[in-house]
């Protein structure tokens, strides 16, 4: 059974920065895709991050690119994502999540990210 937990979300001013981790136990080889995604209160679903398994290649969108890096540790079967430059607009649930094929079929449970002054 493939498990994620997410952790390091808060509350940070505009321009501060955070680090997420998503701790995965039980994934398998057929792992395809690793992703971010967010969601604001009363907003819809917004992928922000994700690494390709096979070659590494790593994908943003324009609202986050250059503010955003996702890595990993597979030493500590851990994914990370580090939000820079962080903006009001940033405020969201973000959660972790594993596709196996051309869909996110395993996720965490989120964790909070808040951008205020």
């Known amino acids: 059974q493939v498990h994620l937990v997410e952790s390091g979300g808060g509350l940070v001013r505009p321009g501060g920065s955070l680090r997420l981790s998503c701790e995965i136990s039980?994934?398998?080889?057929?792992?395809?895709?690793i992703g971010w995604v967010r969601q604001a209160p009363g907003g819809g679903r917004e992928g922000v991050a994700c690494i390709q398994i096979s070659d590494g290649s790593t994908y943003y969108p324009p609202s986050v690119k250059g503010r955003f890096t996702t890595s990993t540790d597979n030493a500590k079967n851990t994914v990370y994502l580090d939000l820079n430059n962080l903006k009001p607009e940033d405020t969201a649930k973000y959660y972790c999540?594993?596709?196996?094929?051309?869909?996110?079929?395993?996720w965490g449970p989120g964790t909070q990210v808040a951008v205020s002054s």
């Open positions: 999540a594993i596709a196996h094929a051309y869909e996110y079929d395993y």
């Open positions: 039980g994934a398998t080889s057929d792992t395809r895709v």
